[in-house]
Structure formats: C-alpha cells, structure tokens
C-alpha cells in the first residue's frame, strides 16, 4: 500500500503547491493591500500544507526524495496536481471561483482524512483543515459579494465559473486509487466529497443567481500527469531558482 | 489601510507586507473603501487595544482583513472593528482647553488625601 498511499500524498501535495503558488502570483497586484496580505497568507498556508504532504510522499516513497527535491525537481508529467489549480489566476472574480470551487472539494476531503486511519495522515489533515476553515470564509465571502454586487462582477463571476466549471469533475471523480484506499479508511471517500460540493455550490448559486456552466464538458487528467500547457509555465517559474543553484541553503 | 494603520502594519505584520504605493492610487476615489479601526485583544479579560485600520467594504470583511493585518502573529483571543467615522475624536485645536490638566489647579489632584504617615 506504500506507494499507493505516496502516490495518494503527492496528488495532495500537489493540487496545494500549485493553488499556493498561483495565489502567490497575486502578491504586490491585489485590488488593495488589505487582500494582497490576504491571498499571500492563504498561498503561504497551501504551500506550508503542500511540505507536510510532499515530506509525507517522500517518506513513504523510501527513495530519499524529500519535500523539496518534489517540488522543485520533478518536471510536468510527474505532477499529480488536478487542472483546476494551474489554471491562470485571470480576473480577481476569476481566483475567488477557482478558490471556492477547490475549497468545496479540498475542504472536505481534509475533514474526512482528519479521521484517517493512518496516523501521519490525519494529524497532516487536522492542521490543514483547520487553516482550510478561514480560506473558504474569506473566498465564499467574496463570491457572495461579487456574484451579489454589480452586473460587472455578477457577470465575470459567471465567466470565471463557465471557465472553470469543466475542471471540477476531477476533483470528486474516484479513480482505480481513490477506490482502493477510501474502503480501508485511508483516503477520502469521493462520492462523500461530491455531495459536499454540490450541496456547497448549490447554496453560493442560490444567493447570487449565478449557475453552473452549461456544457457537460469535464476535463481531467491532472492525477495521470496529463497537464496543459499552463502548469509547465508555472513550474518553469517556481523551480528556476532551486535548479540554478541546487542544494542552496539560505 | 490609514495612516494610523500603517505603523501597526510594519510592527506586526512587517515579514509579510511592507506598505507600498497602492496601485490604484489613480483611480483610488472610485475604489476606495471606508476605513475601520481595529482593536486587538490578546488574552481572555484584556482590554481590546487599538492596532491599526483597514479599508473594507462591510463588516464582515473588515474582521476578515483585519485578522489577516493584525492578528496572524502572536496570539489574539478577539477582534473588534468599528467604522472610523462612527468614532468621535477632539481636534488638535481642542487640546489647550478642552484638554488642559490644569496642573496649575493643584485642589484638582488628590495628593492631599495621602495618608498621615507617608
């Protein structure tokens, strides 16, 4: 089951270094400064959660890989992140949706792997869940404002859900993995988290008029390796300093 | 955040933000949002202390920047914010009048209750 549960640490490890980096994108370009500290803080938590579950990964992977050494020198391919997270930040409505619609998701499996019977999974999941409260707080408080506000941010919310609304299957969608860990109450089970999704997202639609794409278009992927184009841009960018000067302490 | 706010920032907050020329300064009367003073309580029974002030465009937001200004290092048991402008303040021309000790007026000091002994 070790590398099972690896490969399991690493797709959480990943959708959260992803999403954080992004987020970090946003920093010194925030409508205010009051949100730019806002979105770094909530960057500098998914990265803090993406070192518990690479050095998780790491460790069980057994090879002495650690938390760094993931991050930074592993290319595209073997990212397990899911597509939603390398999506471009766009507008701020844009940022707010991506957040909310992994949050809605993202939140959920923490709780459920807070009561994982591994024991260093849990105690991961118990931290980070309690950091994942104050995010959906702060995302689901500004979707409610700017779907709610004026037509202009009622409608580049609408845009930014049409946008990444093709992207959320993947996140409660189980696979051959999902399916052989939820059983053992290991990992999260997906159809729990679906439910939770639609439930979240069917409150947020009914407070603001805003509704879900469409098309029934979903796009997955991520978990396989599968990437577009925009994560190998993200990654170029966040792992040029590490590989210029490998092994560099501060 | 005020000027008031921007002291409170570099001593709390200084590893994550320094104040900087906002962007939108430009257009800065369009999207400016009111100012709120935020007061920070740091154990259970201590007095809210005032901390600084954000810019929020309600309530519920104000606290949200505000825990995000103020309170993300050390430990703060409560948050308040109040809108700056439901907060009534003298004025520095009040202060020679409105505010004079009147130490002049020595039988306004009880130092003439101390006891017999001292």
Redesign the interface.
Known sequence: MSAGLAEYMLRLGDDRLVLGHRLSEWCGHAPIVEEDIALANVALDCIGQASAWLGLAGELEGSGRDADALAFFRGPTEFRSCLLVEQPNGDFACTIARQVLFDAAGANVLDQLSRSREARVAGIAQKAAVEVRYHVRHAREWWLRLGDGTPESHARMQRAIDELWPYTAELWTPDELDASLAPIGVGANLELTKLHFERELAELFARTGLHAAESPLAISGGRRGKHGEHLDHLLSEMQSVARAHPGARW | ?GTRGRRGVHKK?SG??Q??P???AANRAD?Q?PLWEVFVQERTGAPHEHAGS?????A??AL??A???YA?RGPVTSLWVVESRHISATTPEDSPSFLDPGPDKIYRHPRFYRGAKE
């Open positions: 955040m907050a994550v933000k104040a900087r906002r962007r939108a999207t949002w954000v810019h929020a465009p309600d519920e937001l949200q920047n825990r995000d200004t993300r």
